[in-house]
């Protein structure tokens, strides 16, 4: 339920672009009460704009109808699923990769 109104108002307001790459808010969900909190993961999570956090908390208290609890907005980093992989390649694909370096440097 959360999700919808997460990419209801990044259409609304894109993310900017942090550090010259582009902000991407992937999901949302419920992390507790007391205070209420809510945990957005991203592929960035501690350059995001201050402005753009408190459009998002804004956003969120509108829409939930939270207007006298406190809420708490966590930006989590996303875990890469290819960081540490090595791509090895078959000796096929070794030799078509010398074939064709040696067009480059003609």
Request: proline letters at 5%; zero cysteines; hydrophobic letters at 30%.
């Amino acid at each position: 339920m959360t999700n919808k109104y997460l990419y209801k108002f990044i259409e609304r307001s894109a993310p900017p672009s942090v550090g010259g790459r582009q902000l991407k808010l992937r999901y949302v969900h419920f992390g507790g009460t007391q205070p209420t909190t809510l945990i957005i993961h991203s592929n960035q999570d501690k350059k995001i704009p201050a402005n753009y956090k408190r459009y998002l908390e804004n956003s969120f208290r509108e829409e939930l109808g939270l207007k006298s609890i406190q809420l708490r907005i966590i930006f989590r980093k996303s875990d890469n699923p290819f960081e540490g992989k090595v791509n090895k390649l078959t000796d096929r694909q070794i030799k078509k990769k010398k074939r064709l370096m040696k067009h480059v440097k003609k």
